[in-house]
């Protein structure tokens, strides 16, 4: 069983950035591929970018791709989204999850954290 917890998010004005982070427990990191999805209010969630287990392959949504930056550090059980010039619809909570494959779709992921809210005002 992984548990998983986001950090790192907040209220950053447009153009701004932030930088989330995942940190994974309870299970060996390295052995799983990481993504980030995104809920924004009365939406569904969606998915963000990915991330191999050895971290040779990233996947992006087209509307974060440019800004966004996936990564992970095996040896600190952690993944990242670095998020740049950030916009007012990057307002969502930001998930990460856990699977057992590089994918851009939700169902192949068995481990979730709680979420992390991200404001960009305007």
């Known amino acids: 069983q992984v548990q998983l917890v986001e950090s790192g998010g907040g209220l950053v004005q447009a153009g701004g950035s932030l930088r989330l982070s995942c940190a994974a427990s309870?299970?060996?990191?390295?052995?799983?591929?990481m993504g980030w999805f995104r809920q924004a209010p009365e939406k569904d969630r969606e998915f963000v970018a990915s991330?191999?287990?050895?971290?040779?392959?990233?996947y992006y949504a087209d509307s974060v791709k440019g800004r966004f930056t996936i990564s992970r550090d095996n040896a600190k059980n952690t993944v990242y989204l670095q998020m740049n010039n950030l916009k007012p619809e990057d307002t969502a909570v930001y998930y990460c999850?856990?699977?057992?494959?590089?994918?851009?779709?939700?169902?192949?992921?068995?481990?979730w954290g709680q979420g992390t809210q991200v404001t960009v005002s305007s």
């Open positions: 309870g299970g060996t990191f390295s052995t799983y591929a």
């Open positions: 991330i191999s287990r050895g971290a040779f392959v990233t």
């Open positions: 999850a856990a699977g057992p494959s590089n994918s851009r779709y939700q169902e192949q992921y068995d481990f």
